[in-house]
């Protein structure tokens, strides 16, 4: 029903503008400004006071309700976890063929470093025959259930620019993120949480910091929100020192009182808004702190996980993102900024498969039992790949932006396939590419949106996820 | 008239058989709208330009042309063009052919194609509009009013009536100053019954230097200005003297004119002053790179870029941006037209100055007068000090040694980039650890070598022009290692031990300063130069010879314990170890060479130069030819030479101690194109804008959609800048003006701020727009103390808000609200709410607490630490919290780290500078509530208004709470208001009483009894007075300009 509507009923202003907005606006994440709406409606005159985050229909019907995107910052080696290169043993020690790096750019190293052969042991699982690491054992168990993306390639070979590329599809700052575009096109599912939550749980944060999770040119309601799972889970979440139940009620329905009084004076709409934040507020407030305390799941749950209650790390990220997504928070985002092995490659690699192993296919397993995995996308990777050239000795590699590797799985993506291949040494894609905007172009796919029309109007141009690139691959599609 | 298909004798006339085939089978890819292949066909220079695959016309070869070989489809690579329309007749390949045997003859005259965006209003200049009549000649109080008028009766809607005064007081404060009035200022305002009340408030208001923190910030949006340098490492930077300039800049009224001109080249201006090169920090607020692996250069150009954004949105409102990488798909500015304009920007230094406070400025002449009067005295009393000093210069003049320079390149990893220059100098770039040692190599044909120089030289795109990497342009040399191989046998090698080292400059030993603190615990030194031959890791060579002498060129000369020694030439391989860094290479804590160069001499008895470079150069000039600056050079380094003047070196040594530190900040400087390492750049057109793709090289120049250069322009920054605000341009006014008008409205004129082009939205009132501009540019109306001052801010404003229009009351009928929701037409006055920055101001205004103090650096208040430390940021980050009054200043100086905005701002929308911003968008979000609910600041400013409230506030809590009522909304509570307050203080209280919470919590925070209550006042008021104030705080009306 179109709000506007009520109005035009002839009804006392003041009362009609108050009872109107409460009862028949419901819940509103806040009414924005003229420019966003314009941009919206595509300068159409305005019709409604849109509430940017209400729940809203994709161009098709969607697979994918729901996205979890496990970005594995700094860039996991894909020659020690899924691209086995037995031929790279072999080259072990000696120089890379001289055609294949003419041009080449590397961060660190010069591009005739020595080729390393892969550091771990590779096997086949499942029906499918994928091949993993050994470092992935609790991944093998639900190989089935992936679509396993070899010929991942990118334009960014240093950590800032890659990782927003990953994170908007540009390399240039300011743009929205991945999980902004999702609520822009679906809004949220939950009242009382924010559409887009994000947590980060590597030795470092993300190279770039908040603008990965940014709404860029968006209205800032899409912006991502970090959550922690020690702690206040939200900013500002505690009422202050001294402040109990009582009082903190009594408060908000006396502001709720005062602000009525002044829409009843003004006639401002926003008010009616700002009135529902408060409400919101107090219902995060309430619901937010008991979501985020895992102590109440069962023992087989956080051990499947390997979560335990009152740690910031990724196994308690992954069990609280399907508590949020079981609430209809839209998109979850979890950094894990750990693998950028210039050197200790086999201890570290160790280090954050042991970290992240268990919890990533636990999420999997979770989801599945749980019946939510069909419409709930997940996705894990990356940045860019590493290059089979060493760094150092012998326990490092450098950037590498031409080759890598991701997992999706869920939200209508195909069950137990590899996509891709790269040449003898890993170094470059060389069947079935899937560019960065090309995976973009699928997620939105999933979310039933046609990557070509989810626009935004932004200094005179309708702004996309995937600029004026990006290729739906139907291969990864169920 | 047909050609014939075996070849044409006719003569083919473009317009008439030409034209027609391109637009109907052509243009539709490679016209206005698109330009596939980066191929233009509709205009004449684009069209012979050709596009990504080179030229398409051979004029005078029509057969081996790419146009004609595509169109019949005969060329190997390309597909048979048109793409998805039928081939071009036998016919039509055969004009095409024979048009362009025949020479390709394109009119000029014929306009051929006539672009009908040229016409766009935008890209016209304004012309002063006549205003309107209107129909209530009683409403307008000024010229806008009529535009503004003449557009509501036209659709029959009646302009609201003026709002009462205590309203318009508190929406003029809040938009002239950002700050609510205080009670005794709406007093005086309510008391005043002369008829130019309200034009005395108006005129309070903007003398008040909160005038230029409130209109100041909007420019720093535009200005994209933030503390840090964004990306991965996100170092902070210091560039908050440009932010101080900005407001300073406002708050005198500079003309808009000048003031553009000062950001984009104030260096370049005759006699530019330290202000104006301090405004230059405009263009460097670009985010800068230096996570490892990056290529500087890369990022340079990145910056550039965001450059050219910046100046499109803020000052052109132009997306000229789209231009980077194609030709704009909708305004008609090309992508060559992009790279013209980028020239402008591309041939300057990353530089940095020391910026001095008023009252370090007269303390730095004061020391440099007193300097001159002790050197003048010497003079004096030495008659003959002309005579000493020529037969010391004889002496010294040609005492050195050849020193040949070794051209050393990288030969370590590739996380540290370099620079080489010409004068086989080498400058460290992109990523600095902080504890290290670089790798170089070099060969010297030199057989015998008795001696190495180091030298560390000073360079603009180093901090403080360097020589080295720290913030201040230091460096410290932790170990300098040199292995020696014969280039022609590689198993002949030595390590080359060094016996003596001397240095023109070492500072005496002093510990490292805390920012270079690498938690070992260690005492670790710099000073004498030995340190850096003494093969201890904790002891380095220093060259900090304080402020106001420290960023100079040094040099070190190092003895070996033998010659080097290879007839056929050696192979030089120097570690240079860094040690003396800190132990957060995520932060300013490098303390790395920045520009050095290595040199070699057979002498073996060489010791490092004491003449300082600059007096060096000086001697190579005659003597009589020498400046009186460079006599005086010459004359300073030669009297503190002579034992004799030893009590008036000493004494001016002690001045020098004296120097005052000043704050660097970030500032351009043009390549001066007169040596070397200076020279110009040239620009190329970047193919897709990849500056690792180069193309044709381009001028200097502007779009020809915009107004001319001047006939005798230079390729100047210069000429940018005065090209920019010319008043033929025909954005730059509009621009201005529709911004200040939306920062009141809430939406501009233009819907569209960074975007006039042919996209945009129309105007919602063209001609007031146009009438603004003129005004703003050549002024014709006097209101209050305005002077007529061309491109006055002042002048704008006071039109603005003495206006009819603006002093509307805001309130809105459903049935106005469905009419015009967005108050396009401005039939009532704006009322939304205030910005992220203003709500912290208001709370902090009106509970007390606001520290008013205009300018300084940025400051800390209380933050959840977590966000500073990895995870949750990428390095950790210093905040160090300000103490109080400091971190209640106004929030317009909080620390703005990009990749970890400060949260409250955050959530209030505030843009954290990753690139240019012109309209913040407005959300109304329940994390806003949780911020001024909860947020440590927010509590506090309700605890410290509840303090004042029952110390200033009067007897009763009937007075109190309208004290507090009044403080925050300036108005008097309605009787229902002060009813539900006044229920709701009695509830606290018996809560309180009854046990239930701590009143000693609720009212500090912390569990211990208030300290200084007022006579009479109980914990358990102030408690009760608190909740009563947070509820204040947390109106709707609290945070919104009505």
Avoid at chain 1, 422 to 437: A, L, M, Q
Avoid at chain 2, 706 to 731: F, G
Avoid at chain 2, 798 to 816: C, F, G, K, M, W
Wanted: hydrophobic share 35%; proline share 6%.
């Amino acid at each position: 029903m179109n709000c506007q509507s009520h109005l035009y009923r002839g009804f006392d202003p003041k009362t009609i503008t108050r009872r109107w907005f409460f009862q028949q606006c419901g819940v509103g994440l806040g009414a924005i400004a003229l420019g966003a709406l314009l941009r919206e409606n595509g300068w159409a005159a305005p019709t409604a006071l849109a509430n940017p985050l209400s729940p809203k229909q994709p161009h098709f019907p969607g697979k994918a309700k729901r996205v979890i995107f496990l970005f594995m910052a700094g860039a996991p080696s894909h020659l020690e976890l899924f691209d086995h290169k037995p031929e790279l043993t072999k080259w072990n020690g000696t120089p890379p063929p001289a055609e294949l790096v003419k041009d080449y750019r590397a961060a660190f190293i010069n591009p005739d470093a020595a080729l390393l052969g892969p550091k771990f042991k590779f096997a086949q699982h499942g029906q499918c025959g994928a091949e993993l690491s050994e470092l992935l054992p609790h991944l093998a168990e639900i190989v089935d259930d992936l679509a396993i993306v070899k010929s991942m390639h990118t334009d960014a070979f240093n950590h800032a620019p890659g990782q927003i590329l990953m994170s908007t599809g540009s390399q240039q700052f300011g743009r929205p993120s991945l999980g902004a575009w999702t609520t822009y096109g679906l809004g949220n599912e939950s009242q009382d949480l924010p559409a887009f939550v994000v947590f980060s749980t590597g030795s470092k944060g993300p190279s770039g910091g908040a603008s990965n999770w940014g709404a860029g040119f968006l209205p800032s309601v899409h912006q991502g929100v970090m959550f922690r799972s020690v702690g206040d889970p939200v900013l500002y979440l505690s009422n202050p020192k001294g402040v109990d139940q009582k009082i903190q009620r009594d408060t908000l329905a006396t502001i709720k009182r005062l602000n009525e009084k002044r829409l009843d004076v003004v006639g401002d709409p926003e008010i009616a808004t700002r009135i529902n934040s408060f409400e919101l507020a107090h219902r995060m407030q309430l619901t937010a702190p008991e979501l985020m305390d895992i102590s109440k799941e069962s023992k087989a749950t956080l051990e499947l996980y390997g979560a335990e209650p009152g740690k910031g790390t990724f196994a308690n990220a992954c069990l609280l993102a399907r508590r949020l997504v079981e609430k209809g928070v839209r998109f979850v985002e979890i950094f894990h900024e750990a693998w950028d092995q210039h050197g200790n490659l086999v201890a570290d690699l160790k280090k954050n498969c042991r970290d992240t192993d268990q919890p990533a296919a636990a999420l999997i397993k979770d989801l599945k039992q749980r019946g939510m995995l069909d419409d709930t996308l997940v996705i894990w990777g990356g940045e860019f790949g590493r290059t089979p050239m060493v760094q150092g000795g012998d326990d490092g590699r450098d950037h590498h932006p031409n080759c890598f590797t991701m997992w999706l799985a869920g939200g209508g993506i195909k069950r137990g396939v590899t996509l891709g291949e790269s040449d003898e040494f890993g170094f470059n894609v060389t069947r079935d590419k899937v560019h960065v905007h090309d995976l973009h172009a699928t997620i939105l796919h999933l979310l039933g949106f046609d990557h070509t029309k989810l626009t935004y109007r932004f200094q005179g141009r309708d702004f996309r996820l995937t600029d004026v690139f990006g290729e739906l691959v139907p291969k990864l599609l169920a | 008239m047909t050609a014939t298909i075996s070849g044409a004798t006719e003569r083919m006339d473009f317009e008439e058989h030409i034209k027609p085939i391109l637009a109907e089978n052509c243009f539709s890819c490679h016209g206005a709208e698109k330009q596939r292949g980066n191929l233009r066909l509709d205009l004449k220079a684009e069209a012979f330009k050709g596009g990504d695959s080179g030229g398409v016309m051979l004029a005078g070869n029509g057969a081996e042309s790419l146009l004609v070989q595509v169109v019949k489809g005969t060329h190997p690579e390309i597909e048979q063009m048109p793409l998805k329309r039928d081939p071009l007749s036998a016919e039509q390949i055969a004009r095409l052919t024979a048009w362009i045997d025949q020479g390709a003859v394109w009119p000029d005259t014929a306009a051929s194609i006539h672009d009908a965006r040229l016409d766009h209003w935008a890209f016209n200049a304004p012309h002063r509009p006549t205003v309107p009549e209107v129909s209530n000649s009683n409403w307008p109080r000024n010229a806008l009013d009529r535009f503004i008028l003449k557009r509501l009766e036209q659709e029959e809607i009646p302009p609201a009536a003026e709002a009462d005064k205590i309203t318009l007081l508190r929406r003029l404060s809040l938009d002239l100053i950002g700050l609510p009035p205080t009670i005794a200022e709406v007093d005086a305002y309510l008391a005043d019954h002369s008829p130019d009340a309200y034009e005395r408030q108006v005129e309070r208001l903007l003398a008040s230097l909160h005038y230029g923190e409130r209109w100041g910030r909007h420019w720093l949006d535009a200005a994209r200005y933030a503390d840090s340098d964004g990306f991965e490492k996100d170092k902070p930077r210091f560039i908050w003297a440009y932010r101080d300039w900005v407001i300073n800049a406002l708050n005198r009224d500079l003309p808009y004119d000048q003031f553009i001109i000062e950001q984009i080249a104030g260096d370049q201006l005759p006699g530019a002053t330290q202000d104006q090169v301090v405004a230059t920090g405009f263009l460097r607020n670009a985010m800068l790179n230096e996570e490892g692996g990056i290529d500087p250069e890369q990022f340079r150009t990145e910056g550039l870029f965001d450059r050219m954004d910046a100046i499109g949105k803020s000052v052109l409102g132009l997306t000229i941006q789209c231009a980077q990488c194609h030709n704009h798909k909708f305004d008609p500015i090309s992508q060559e037209e992009y790279y013209q304009l980028f020239a402008f920007l591309n041939n300057d230094h990353e530089a940095s100055t020391m910026a001095y406070t008023p009252g370090e400025q007269m303390l730095a002449a004061n020391l440099r007068r007193q300097i001159g009067e002790l050197e003048a005295g010497l003079r004096h009393t030495s008659p003959d000090w002309e005579e000493r000093m020529n037969q010391w210069e004889d002496r010294v003049k040609d005492d050195q040694p050849d020193w040949i320079p070794v051209r050393v390149v990288n030969a370590g990893d590739n996380s540290a980039r370099y620079y080489y220059y010409e004068d086989g100098s080498v400058r460290a770039a992109g990523y600095a650890p902080t504890k290290w040692t670089s790798h170089f190599k070099g060969t010297s044909q030199l057989p015998f070598i008795g001696a190495i120089q180091l030298e560390q030289l000073a360079d603009p795109n180093l901090p403080c022009n360097g020589p080295g990497r720290s913030l201040q342009g230091m460096a410290a040399l932790t170990e300098f290692k040199v292995e020696a191989t014969d280039a022609q046998n590689p198993t002949n090698k030595m390590t080359v031990k060094f016996i003596a080292a001397t240095a023109d400059f070492s500072n005496a030993e002093k510990e490292l300063e805390p920012e270079f603190s690498d938690r070992s615990g260690k005492r670790r030194v710099y000073g004498p130069v030995a340190y850096a031959i003494d093969g201890k890791d904790d002891t380095a060579w220093g060259i900090d010879a304080g402020p106001g002498r420290r960023n100079q060129s040094r040099k070190a000369v190092f003895i070996p314990e033998t010659p080097i020694a290879f007839s056929h030439g050696v192979v030089l391989d120097f570690r240079l170890q860094q040690n003396h860094g800190g132990a957060n290479s995520d932060d300013n804590q490098n303390h790395n060479l920045g520009r050095f160069r290595i040199s070699v001499t057979s002498a073996t008895n060489a010791v490092a130069d004491p003449l300082p470079a600059n007096v060096r150069e000086i001697l190579q000039t005659p003597r009589a030819e020498r400046s009186p600056a460079q006599l005086a050079a010459v004359f300073s380094y030669w009297r503190s030479t002579v034992p004799e003047f030893k009590e008036a070196n000493d004494q001016i040594e002690a001045l020098w101690q004296q120097w005052p530190e000043g704050t660097s900040t970030l500032t351009l400087l043009a390549r001066s194109g007169e040596t070397p390492d200076d020279a110009r750049r040239d620009t190329h057109l970047f193919r897709r804008g990849d500056w690792l793709k180069p193309a044709n090289k381009v001028a200097a120049g502007v779009p020809t959609v915009l107004h001319r250069l001047p006939a005798e322009a230079d390729t100047s920054r210069l000429t940018l800048a005065r090209w920019l605000v010319d008043k033929q341009s025909p954005t730059t006014a509009r621009a201005l003006v529709n911004r200040i008008w939306q920062t009141y409205f809430g939406a501009g004129l233009v819907a569209t701020p960074e975007d006039f082009g042919t996209r945009a939205e129309p105007p919602s009132h063209p001609e007031l727009l146009d009438w603004l501009a003129c005004e703003f540019m050549e002024p014709t109306i006097t209101v209050g103390s305005s002077s007529l001052q061309p491109w006055s801010l002042k002048h704008l404003h006071r039109l603005i808000v003495t206006s009819a229009t603006y002093r509307q009351s805001s309130r809105v009928t459903p049935e106005l609200y469905a009419r015009d929701a967005y108050n396009r037409m401005l039939a009532r006055g704006p009322r939304f709410r205030v910005e992220g920055e203003i709500v912290r101001d208001i709370a902090l205004a009106a509970s007390g607490l606001l520290n008013p103090a205009v300018g300084g650096r940025s400051i800390y208040p209380p933050s959840p630490e977590f966000l500073y430390q990895p995870p949750a940021s990428y390095g950790p980050k210093t905040w160090k919290q300000d103490s109080v009054p400091e971190r209640y200043r106004r929030s317009l100086y909080i620390f703005k780290f990009r990749s970890v905005p400060f949260p409250m701002l955050h959530t209030f929308d505030a843009p954290n500078g990753d690139f240019s911003c012109v309209q913040r968008l407005r959300s109304n979000t329940p994390l806003q509530a949780l911020v001024t609910l909860n947020e440590t600041e927010f509590v506090e400013c309700a605890q410290a208004l509840a303090r004042l409230t029952l110390t200033d506030g009067g007897q009763t809590d009937v007075d109190r709470i309208r004290y507090a009522f009044r403080r925050m909304l300036a108005r008097q509570p309605a009787e229902s208001e002060q009813r539900e307050l006044l229920a709701l203080l009695d509830r606290i209280k018996g809560h309180i009483s009854d046990g239930w919470v701590n009143p000693h919590e609720l009212a500090t925070g912390r569990n211990e009894s208030p300290a200084n209550l007022p006579a009479g006042v109980t914990p358990t008021q102030l408690a009760a007075y608190t909740v009563v104030s947070r509820v204040l705080l947390n109106l709707d009306e609290t945070i919104t300009k009505e």
